[in-house]
């Protein structure tokens, strides 16, 4: 690094607050080495070479008391996080040690940092791009397999790579307009227009295909919302509990606002699934609570993102659950599962009626259909499968890149970028100016840029960067 952008030095607890067995003091700065020396044991720590370890006490100069034994790992510029001199202070996790630590670097000429600043500063000194340094946010926070998957490919690079081959084509691109330009209007080739268009339409085709992968990147980092939804006694109840039962990654236990629902997260096959639980649909409500519960089920069903409706083999005709799907998914573009509970009590040809009936509905689309006996969890595995094979599926074979999009900043940039092109696209057709093609396609890159923080503003980076932890 030829000059280095900051002159202080800061300072934060870079592991949760709170006990634990060790924690870890973090600084980064031109004088991280020097004030780390100035209280810790071993005398030759400026010297010491980047990437070691060091063992030895950090000591109140002050009252001269020894506030802890540690390890210090010592980074040196440029080959650390932030490019700059960085020193890992692991002591134990007490707050009170870690209060002391902290004190007495401060005291000694750190400054305490902000949130993000650790990694706004690795951005700023050009170690990551924004969408790597977004990524690092991403990754602390991954709670499923996939989500960690994307977030590591995205830190590594993966989605940038994507996005400076797609600036690099769009790059070309402006350059054709030039060259057309310099040509003046009368003497454009017809093969330089098939050219421009051919390369507009390749260059669309790949935001469009990150525009979409987002629907699945939003899935992987928020989870699937699934209502369950059916009439009383179907066994919705039962059913929760067996899916919850079955995985033992139960993420979390979210009680219902109200008694009506119950909320529980299960991750399956490194996608999470909410499920709802709901109170029972009927045509004509007993009372008022269940009136309102009915209600509710249907609010419910308008926020899902998958509607698993359960019936009772033994108590309905294909028509009715047909009937009853229908008028729960009027107007609601809604990815629908049919599940048939308690085979146990239906004979075995009822399943076979269902599925001849129901797969040849009058709508058309095919309704997925899966058979169960949640009381005696049988077939659960087959509707764990079908739930992960509609989700990933239809999203999946969307999304021809690798990159799966997960960031909604960066879907509204892809937005942004792909309306300009758009815009030229329209441009080519109605023979416009070549001037107006190369404004809009000025602003596609602009919108692309911003992805990467090629183009940034200050409060873009504010914005990004304090939704950080103190300490990231
Ligand atoms: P909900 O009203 O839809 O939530 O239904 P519940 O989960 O409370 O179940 C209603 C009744 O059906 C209960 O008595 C369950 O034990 C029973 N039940 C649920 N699943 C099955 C099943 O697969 N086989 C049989 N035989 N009974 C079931
Ligand atoms: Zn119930």
Do not use: W
Request: hydrophobic letters at 45%.
């Amino acid at each position: 690094m030829a000059q280095a952008l900051f002159s202080d030095t800061i300072v934060a607890l870079s592991t949760p607050p709170g006990a634990g067995a060790l924690a870890v003091v973090r600084l980064s700065g031109p004088a991280a080495v020097a004030i780390t020396a100035a209280v810790f044991s071993k005398k030759s720590l400026p010297e010491a070479a980047g990437h070691t370890l060091h063992y030895g006490t950090l000591r109140d100069s002050a009252s001269g008391d020894v506030i802890d034994e540690v390890v210090v790992a010592l980074y040196r510029a440029p080959r650390s996080f932030t490019r700059e001199d960085v020193v890992e202070i692991s002591c134990h996790g007490s707050d009170y040690v870690v209060r002391q630590v902290l004190a007495l670097l401060l005291r000694h000429g750190a400054r305490l940092a902000e949130a993000g600043e650790f990694t706004k500063r690795a951005f700023l000194n050009g170690a990551l791009d924004l969408a790597q340094a977004e990524a690092v946010a991403d990754l602390i926070a991954a709670d499923s397999a996939l989500s960690h998957r994307v977030a590591l490919n995205q830190l590594r690079g993966g989605f940038s790579q994507e996005l400076r081959e797609l600036r690099g084509r769009l790059i070309k691109f402006a350059a054709l307009l030039e060259l057309e330009l310099d040509f003046g209007e009368e003497d454009v080739e017809f093969a330089d227009r098939t050219g421009l268009a051919r390369l507009l339409a390749e260059v669309r085709g790949v935001v469009a295909g990150l525009l979409r992968s987002f629907e699945l990147g939003n899935v992987i980092k928020n989870g699937i919302t699934a209502v369950i939804a059916g009439r009383p006694n179907a066994g919705k109840s039962t059913l929760l509990n067996a899916l919850l039962r079955e995985e033992r990654a139960i993420v979390s236990a979210i009680p219902g606002t109200t008694r009506d629902f119950i909320e529980d997260e299960v991750s399956l096959d490194g996608l999470r699934f909410r499920f709802v639980d709901t109170a029972g649909l009927r045509d004509n409500p007993a009372d008022e609570v269940e009136a309102i519960g009915v209600r509710r089920t249907r609010q419910r069903v308008r926020q899902a993102a998958l509607l698993l409706y359960l019936f009772d083999l033994t108590q309905m005709t294909p028509g009715e659950v047909q009937a009853e799907i229908k008028e729960l998914t009027e107007g609601l573009d809604l990815p629908v599962m049919a599940v048939g509970n308690k085979t146990d009590l239906a004979t075995p040809e009822t399943p076979k009626a269902f599925a001849a009936e129901l797969r040849t509905g009058e709508s058309g689309a095919e309704t997925p259909l899966v058979f169960v006996a949640a009381g005696q969890n049988q077939g659960l595995e087959a509707l764990q499968a079908a739930l992960v094979a509609q989700v990933r599926g239809s999203a999946l074979e969307n999304t021809a890149s690798a990159t799966i999009v997960t960031n909604v900043r960066h879907a509204r940039a892809l937005e942004t970028a792909a309306a300009h092109l758009a815009a030229v696209q329209a441009g080519l057709d109605t023979g416009r100016g070549t001037e107006l093609l190369a404004a809009d396609l000025r602003h596609a890159l602009a919108a692309l840029g911003e992805i990467t923080g090629e183009i940034s503003s200050e409060d873009l980076l504010t914005s990004i960067f304090t939704q950080f932890c103190i300490g990231k």
